[in-house]
């Protein structure tokens, strides 16, 4: 009969974070402390399998960092007004090689 009078108890939802910015940096860094730690702490790790890790943590950073460097060509405009500048001239000497002999018969008919 008083049913309605009963409050319903909250369970706990968690906490549900996701960040906003991603270093990648700092994750690498977290990573290889994290393996650091792991391999001073047992020593059964052999030698192949931690060149292999650095062979790869390399490749990634050297991905990386040429891939930002592109992008930064690309969003600095330098290579953008490069592109540019390359099609103003060819379509400048397309049309110059094409029109040209026609404005000059145009502008001065004795030659």
């Known amino acids: 009969m008083f049913g309605f009078l ?3 108890k909250h369970e706990a939802r ?9 270093d990648a940096e700092k ?17 059964e790790i052999d030698d192949a399998t931690v060149v292999k890790s650095r062979i790869r943590d390399g490749l990634r950073h050297a991905k990386n960092v040429s891939r930002r460097d592109l992008k930064g060509l ?30 000059i018969q145009m502008f001065f008919p004795e030659y």
Not at 27 to 43: D, F, G, P, Y
């Open 14 to 22: 968690g906490f549900n974070y996701k960040p906003r910015y991603f």
């Open 74 to 103: 690309w969003r600095g405009g330098n290579l953008r007004i490069i592109a540019i500048l390359i099609a103003l001239i060819v379509f400048f000497y397309i049309a110059m090689y094409r029109f040209l002999p026609v404005i």
């Open 27 to 43: 994750e690498a860094l977290r990573q290889k402390i994290n393996a650091s730690e792991k391999t001073a702490s047992s020593e």
């Open 6 to 8: 009963k409050v319903k």
